[in-house]
Structure formats: C-alpha cells, structure tokens
C-alpha cells in the first residue's frame, strides 16, 4: 500500500468550529489532493497541492482552505464547520507521468466527520 | 455536472459471471482510470488507459476506450464474491495538472 496516512480517522464536531484534517505521505509525491464523497456524487475534489506552497482550488472549495508547507503534509481546514459539510474525505497523491499527463493517484483510508 | 457517468448505477451477478460496466464522459481527456472501493474503505486504483490506447488488460480486468464516443467499459471476467464493491470511472482532463473527475460510480454485489 502506498505510504498515505490521514488523521484522524473519525472525528464529530459542532456547527462553527474550525477542523482540520491531515493527510501525510511518505512516497515524496509532488502532487496531492482532497476530495469529499456523498452518496450519490463519487468523489468531488476540493483543493489540490502541485508542490510545496503551490496549491489550487477544485470543484467545490467554498468552506475550506488548503496548506502545504513539506512535501509530505497537506493540510485541509474548515474555518467554521457547517453541518453540510458532512461527508467522508479522502487525500491522494500522484505523480506526473510525462509531459502533459499523470499517473494513477494513491488514496489514504479516509476520515469520516460529522458537523452536528 | 459530473465528467464521468457510470452505467448501471448498480449490478447484481453470480460468482463466475462477468460484469460489465460502461462509462461516457464530456470533454478530451488525457486518461482515464478505474477505481475500486470497498465498503468503507478508500478507492483502490485498477486500470489507467490513456487517449492514445484502445484496450488495457490487467488480469481479470479488461477496459476498453473509445474516445470517438467518449465511452469507455470495465469487463471483470470469472467474478468472485471478493469483488462485491463500488467501481469508479475517473477522467484526467487535459490541462488539469492531473485532476480526475469520477462518476458516481456502479455498486456491483457478486453473490456465491
């Protein structure tokens, strides 16, 4: 299994407070990503990382906000959680596989939260 | 909306047969991959085919790509119980710094 690990695992929380969730890699992948699963929508990305610093918004970032100061950590914030954004969230890594395109991306086991 | 859209959105079999699944998604795409996930766990990648090929195998995996129709099909062949999950189509779009886009994927339950 590729080396991705995110904590915590579970967490509930209350409408309004900040969280953040971690996902850390030890496979020195350049690129990383945080997605969100529903039912009924896949995933959906929300930020993505394209090196150290560098970091982009995906599909539906409104709510969250994104840090990646080392290679290995990527770091997803909810300033003030809302109950709409229960979900499951998963991290994932990748790198590039030529010029133009990339490989396959590695997922971490997910953290489920619940905004009450 | 969503680039990737599976069909069936769910599949019941009998250990031994084959499933298959398509996807049809909208824009140019660099490739696209197939995911597994397991009940509660985090997607699995299976299979990457990129727009320049026509048919990958993997075991008891066969993808075909058709980017004329933009389609592309998931046969596992000789199922096993073990492959009751959800599988996903992702598509990396061009230009995307090697974001996916997945369907909402097709529930496939292989019974013994």
């Known amino acids: 299994d590729a080396g991705i690990t995110q904590s915590p695992r579970h967490k509930v929380t209350e409408t309004g407070t900040p969280v953040t969730l971690r996902c850390h890699q030890t496979e020195n992948h350049r690129y990383m990503y945080w997605y969100r699963q529903d039912p009924g929508h896949g995933l959906r990305l929300i930020h993505y990382?394209?090196?150290?610093?560098?970091?982009d918004k995906g599909e539906v970032s409104d709510g969250y906000s994104v840090s990646r100061s080392k290679t290995e950590d990527f770091l997803l914030t909810l300033e003030s959680a809302t109950s709409s954004q229960t979900s499951v969230y998963f991290c994932a890594i990748s790198e590039r596989a030529g010029e133009s395109s990339y490989n396959e991306q590695f997922f971490g086991p997910g953290t489920r939260l619940t905004v009450l | 909306s969503q680039q990737g859209e599976e069909d069936p959105q769910a599949l019941s079999i009998q250990e031994g047969e084959n499933a298959t699944m398509n996807c049809s998604y909208k824009?140019?795409?660099?490739?696209l991959q197939w995911y597994r996930q397991n009940s509660g766990r985090g997607l699995v990648h299976l299979i990457l085919i990129r727009s320049n090929e026509r048919e990958k195998h993997s075991g008891r995996l066969r993808v075909t790509l058709d980017t004329s129709k933009k389609s592309s099909s998931l046969l596992i062949t000789a199922s096993r119980a073990a492959d009751t999950a959800s599988y996903f189509c992702?598509?990396?779009?061009?230009?995307?710094?090697?974001?996916?886009?997945f369907g909402a994927g097709t529930q496939v339950v292989v019974t013994p």
């Open positions: 824009t140019s795409i660099n490739n």
């Open positions: 992702a598509t990396e779009l061009r230009g995307s710094w090697g974001k996916l886009q």
């Open positions: 990382s394209y090196g150290v610093k560098d970091t």
